[in-house]
């Protein structure tokens, strides 16, 4: 279970996050500046990401509670929710509104795109948060006792991966972005999207059961 837990953390993060999909956005976003302001904005964006992640994993249950929220309502709600992210991947739209983003960014001059948009809301936007806090729930609900603070332990652990995975990513993004070409990236955006449609179906399916068993 602890195992399946843990590829199931990675891989929803992965998907939803797409660090390897989000490299041509911080090329945009880096242009004007030297190779090591990129190489500092990277690091600063990939912490700033990591750490609200962090946060929405260690408070995201308790925020729930104290707002009368159920666990199987926001899992209904989260998953539609990463549903239509899938379906803005699948179709490309996705990819639009990072590039405006990205655009308006540098239009306003924003002193610090390592916080935007590249942290907030590419890498820990909506649909990461509420994965987050969805697979936190999930953590607590699978077991008792100890194997909650395991399953709490191996989520921060899937969140400190994928921030790490990012921070790689925009440190290679001109190598990325040769390598796999516009098409490439194209193709595995659709890929993921199809993917984090599947997982979303999932987390709707199960809010439903347990709604019903309640």
């Known amino acids: 279970m602890t195992l399946q837990f843990a590829i199931s953390a990675l891989l929803t993060l992965f998907v939803v996050v797409d660090p390897v999909a989000?490299?041509?956005?911080?090329?945009?976003?880096?242009?004007?500046?030297?190779?090591?302001?990129?190489?500092?904005?990277?690091?600063r964006a990939s912490i700033i990401a990591g750490a609200i992640l962090i946060g929405a994993a260690l408070i995201g249950d308790?925020?729930?509670?104290?707002?009368?929220?159920?666990?199987?309502?926001f899992?209904?709600?989260?998953?539609?929710?990463?549903?239509?992210?899938?379906?803005?991947?699948?179709?490309?739209?996705?990819?639009?509104?990072?590039?405006?983003?990205?655009?308006?960014?540098?239009?306003e001059r924003v002193r610090n795109v390592a916080a935007f948009p590249l942290a907030i809301?590419?890498?820990?936007?909506?649909g990461a948060i509420t994965a987050t806090i969805l697979l936190a729930g999930r953590a607590h609900s699978d077991v008792g006792g100890l194997g909650d603070l395991v399953e709490l332990a191996?989520?921060?652990?899937?969140?400190?991966?994928?921030?790490?995975?990012?921070?790689?990513?925009?440190?290679?993004?001109?190598?990325?972005?040769?390598?796999?070409?516009?098409?490439?990236?194209?193709?595995?955006?659709?890929?993921?999207?199809?993917?984090?449609a599947a997982l979303a179906v999932q987390y709707v399916v199960d809010g439903i059961r347990a709604v019903l068993a309640g």
């Not at 989000?22 to 690091?43: C, G, I, Q």
């Not at 308790?62 to 309502?73: E, Q, R, V």
């Not at 809301?121 to 909506?126: F, K, N, T």
């Not at 925009?170 to 999207?193: H, K, M, P, Q, Y």
């Open 75 to 107: 899992r209904i709600a989260g998953g539609l929710l990463l549903f239509s992210i899938a379906t803005e991947m699948v179709f490309g739209v996705r990819s639009r509104h990072e590039g405006e983003a990205a655009e308006e960014a540098l239009e």
């Open 22 to 43: 989000l490299s041509p956005t911080f090329l945009v976003v880096t242009e004007r500046m030297p190779r090591k302001s990129r190489h500092d904005v990277a690091v």
């Open 121 to 126: 809301p590419l890498l820990a936007g909506p």
């Open 154 to 196: 191996i989520l921060i652990a899937a969140i400190v991966a994928v921030a790490a995975a990012s921070l790689v990513s925009f440190l290679c993004a001109e190598w990325i972005g040769g390598l796999i070409g516009v098409t490439g990236n194209i193709v595995l955006s659709r890929l993921l999207g199809v993917l984090l």
């Open 62 to 73: 308790w925020l729930l509670h104290m707002l009368a929220i159920s666990l199987s309502a």
